[in-house]
């Protein structure tokens, strides 16, 4: 946008330049390469531990961001790239590792929050109702961690187990932190995958672009929740 209105008052050059860096930039963004290095330094914090080795506590606590929403009243709301959040807090729930669920995820006016969604899924995958808690009114992470917190406190739970995409866990990890909570992370949702790619690095693919916005936006989002002093 900025390189059109340079074409139409007539700066050419500068028109010209700014095409091209933006043109190079969506390129770098779209390749696996770049992708890559900005999931892995959201990521490689939060290295996938053994089921074995995860500890028993009072609380699973699975954040929201896993669903769509609705498609038709009535169905199973529809899931997103985000969907293993689900998985795996149920896989730590018949792991033995909590007794209960906690839900947190909201939504807009008018449409069912995630949470209820989410306990859909989860009740139709054999865990029972009354071992979920949910909070439904929370819009973004800070309100996750802070809603989630007066619940946690309410319930007594003195030990958490957080549930969410390993390159959400840090800011997640931090918000939930300055609201008192010390969380045990339990990352899941990993980007990047461990065998080599059919298409070479340098090539471009949307998605890889999608990737590199879930990155750029974490990173912000991370920052901006620390100049706030929500973190």
């Keep these: 946008m900025l390189a059109l209105l340079f074409l139409l008052v007539g700066w050419y050059r500068a028109g010209f330049w700014t095409l091209l860096i933006a043109t190079l930039w969506l390129y770098v963004c779209s390749t696996a390469m770049f992708s890559n290095y900005l999931m892995g330094r959201l990521e ?13 506590v009072d609380v699973i606590v699975l954040l929201g961001g896993a669903i769509r929403g ?19 807090a149920l896989a730590l729930f018949k792991a033995g590792k909590a007794p209960r ?15 209820e969604i989410m306990q859909d899924l989860l009740t139709l995958m054999g865990v029972p109702a009354a071992a979920i808690v949910l909070e439904d009114q929370s819009r973004n992470t800070y309100d996750n961690a802070v809603m989630s917190a007066a619940i946690l406190r309410e319930m007594d739970a003195k030990d958490v187990l957080l549930v969410t995409s390993a390159f959400h866990m840090r800011r997640a990890e931090a918000a939930f932190k300055a609201q008192g909570v010390d969380v045990i992370p ?17 090539l471009p693919s949307v998605g890889n672009l999608q990737q590199t916005t879930y990155a750029i936006h974490e990173t912000l989002g991370y920052w901006i929740y620390r100049r706030r002093g929500r973190l």
């Design 44 to 56: 490689d914090p939060y290295t996938p531990r053994a089921m074995s080795v995860i500890p028993e």
């Design 70 to 88: 609705d498609t038709h009243m009535g169905t199973l709301g529809d899931l997103n790239q985000q969907a293993d959040r689900v998985v795996h």
């Design 101 to 115: 669920i906690l839900i947190s995820g909201g939504g807009m006016e008018e449409v069912r929050a995630e949470a």
């Design 186 to 202: 339990a990352p899941t949702d990993y980007q990047r995958l461990v065998g080599p790619s059919l298409m070479p690095g340098f």
